[in-house]
T-cell receptor
């Protein structure tokens, strides 16, 4: 069935370091892969996304890579800042299904 | 432009009661999705409504139901509340264009439901 695995579940880095979160999806028909940031007490906020016809996308300090063959996609945050501390979720969607299937989340802690 | 709005923000109910949660999508969006996020867990898909019709349903019992109105706002109803229904209920909206091609989904702040 549809499944998205996300690793690691927790990640602690020093301010200025890079952080990488990895996800694997099971449904080969998935063609849209967003990443969300959720701060305490708030709803998830879309930070970047990638579609299956693209291998990499970058937006300032954030980048996402997609390997369709391996069914892997990753979030890369460079020059981390304390305000990057939050729970990050990856997700995958098959267009006709509409719904997003989410990974289990990664709690990122950036220490000053 | 207003984002996705949900009401109420917090709710406390007693086991066995019924609850209705409300969601207003971003202007122009036709699809509404409901997710359940239990404490410390990920987001579990509940329901998807588009153009007033239920398009997809997650693995939840029938006491979870909803509807979408002509103005694209939506309600989520939960009957016979159980303690394990305590969670953050999130609504998201997107626009379906072409042949089931969805745009990005944006979430509201959620409704925190506590069942005692």
């Amino acid at each position: 069935g549809e499944n998205v695995e996300q690793h690691p579940s927790t990640l602690s880095v020093q301010e200025g370091d890079s952080a990488v979160i990895k996800c694997t999806y099971s449904d080969s028909a998935s063609n849209y892969f967003p990443w969300y940031k959720q701060e305490l007490g708030k709803g998830p906020q879309l930070i970047i996304d990638i579609r299956s016809n693209v291998g990499e996308k970058k937006d300032q300090r954030i980048a996402v890579t997609l390997n369709k063959t391996a069914k892997h996609f990753s979030l890369h945050i460079t020059e981390t800042q304390p305000e990057d501390s939050a729970v990050y979720f990856c997700a995958a969607r098959v267009n006709q299904g509409g719904k997003l299937i989410f990974g289990q989340g990664t709690e990122l802690s950036v220490k000053p | 432009e207003a984002g996705v709005t949900q009401s109420p923000t917090h709710l406390i109910k007693t086991r066995g009661q019924q609850v209705t949660l409300r969601c207003s999508p971003i202007s122009g969006h036709t699809s509404v999705y409901w997710y359940q996020q239990a404490l410390g867990l990920g987001l579990q898909f509940l329901l998807w409504y588009d153009e007033g019709e239920e398009r997809n349903r997650g693995n939840f019992p029938p006491r979870f139901s909803g509807r979408q109105f002509p103005n694209y706002s939506s309600e989520l109803n939960v009957n016979a509340l159980e303690l394990e229904d305590s969670a953050l209920y999130l609504c998201a909206s997107s626009l379906v264009t072409g042949v089931t091609v969805n745009t990005e989904a944006f979430f509201g702040q959620g409704t925190r439901l506590t069942v005692v």
